[in-house]
């Protein structure tokens, strides 16, 4: 009975769990005084396709954090990405698949030459990831000018429309097709999630990069790698983010150097709303989705009660500053020492339920007795 007990006090602190709840309690409120949010292919639709979006963007970002790093050139990532597989599509005609790879490409290598930089220059992520995204947001513009008729690539690809616009309404079997409120586009979302979620919680790279995250120096005293750590983690963010830009480009049906400007914010909001540290060591893939959910949830509703743009700006805003304090919070809590290192034997976690204290096992073999602990 105390093993229950305590198993349901764990469940209910859990902030995914409070996040779960207001997104539904939010639901219900906004349905039942504007029974148009429930519309589902005008209201719902648009706000799953948005939600699978910004969850990937989300994701893009988390990589980033989960050693202690941010990438403020997430949107430009995006962008480059797009540009890329809009020029491939548009002037080399390339099939859908082909021109994804080589985006994806493109993002992923300005993802390594970032982590590259701060790796070999020992430069915060925070000055150089801004450096490039100055860069990107000049440089991809002018390659769209000089590339391109009017400043976009317009060619689609046969599948692009398909996956960008289409919803389970035109998947039928038999006389039974599926609903029009949920957008084929959550599929690759979903897609991503249990790839990133299976990194963390599964992989001996994924408990490196953790651990990484959770204290440098322990790491390389435990045999880790952390400067090939930390240039993959920004290789897969740009990866990642490239990976947006795409679904961005196929819900609006064009490649345009727009792509990834609102994503900035809302990369941070959805991973630290749901659970992921700034100082790196945890993540929750979950969680960012849920983070995500949740702030989409709150714009379309205030949209539809006529909420200007600037007033949910502000909204998002006060959100993030919520969603920092509280972190502030658990560190504090938790005991943290200054800097953000953990006290020896707290463990770097994901938010596998399964092994929820065990993100760390099996270090690599060149670990010395000495720095078992540590490493766990």
């Not at 990438?71 to 859908?96: E, I």
Request: proline share 5%; charged share 15%; hydrophobic share 50%.
């Amino acid at each position: 009975m105390t093993t229950v007990m305590a198993r349901v006090k764990k469940t209910a602190a859990n902030p995914r769990v409070f996040l779960l709840f207001l997104i539904v309690l939010l639901v219900v409120l906004f349905g039942s005084l504007k029974p148009a949010f429930l519309n589902g292919p005008f209201v719902l639709a648009p706000l799953m396709s948005s939600i699978a979006i910004f969850t990937v963007v989300g994701l893009a970002q988390m990589v980033a954090l989960s050693v202690g790093h941010m990438n403020l050139a997430v949107g430009q990532m995006a962008s480059l990405g797009a540009m890329v597989m809009g020029l491939c599509y548009d002037v080399f005609r390339m099939p859908l698949i082909l021109g994804l790879l080589v985006g994806l490409v493109a993002g992923a290598a300005v993802g390594a030459l970032t982590g590259w930089i701060i790796v070999k220059t020992g430069v915060n992520s925070f000055i150089v990831t801004l450096a490039m995204s100055f860069a990107l947001i000049g440089l991809v513009p002018a390659m769209y000018s000089w590339l391109s008729e009017g400043a976009a690539f317009t060619s689609k690809p046969a599948g692009l429309d398909l996956i960008g616009r289409q919803t389970f309404a035109s998947i039928c079997m038999g006389n039974t097709c599926g609903t029009d409120a949920v957008p084929l586009i959550i599929l690759p979302a979903i897609l991503i999630m249990g790839l990133v979620w299976y990194l963390y919680s599964r992989t001996r790279l994924g408990r490196e990069i953790l651990v990484t995250g959770s204290n440098v120096k322990a790491a390389e005293l435990s045999g880790v790698p952390t400067g090939r750590r930390l240039m993959f983690v920004h290789t897969l963010s740009g990866t990642l983010a490239a990976a947006a830009g795409f679904m961005v480009a196929a819900s609006v049906g064009s490649f345009t150097p727009a792509i990834g400007s609102e994503f900035m914010l809302p990369s941070f909001v959805g991973p630290i709303l749901g659970g992921t540290l700034l100082a790196g060591g945890f993540v929750s893939v979950i969680g960012t989705f849920l983070g995500i959910t949740l702030t989409l949830v709150i714009r379309k509703g205030l949209d539809l009660f006529g909420v200007g743009l600037e007033t949910m700006n502000v909204l998002l805003g006060v959100i993030l500053l919520v969603a920092l304090s509280t972190e502030r919070f658990r560190l504090a809590s938790g005991g943290r020492r200054r800097g953000g290192e953990r006290p020896s034997g707290e463990p770097a976690q994901t938010d596998d339920p399964d092994q929820p204290d065990e993100a760390l096992k099996d270090p690599p073999e060149s670990v010395q007795t000495e720095d078992k602990e540590l490493a766990r």
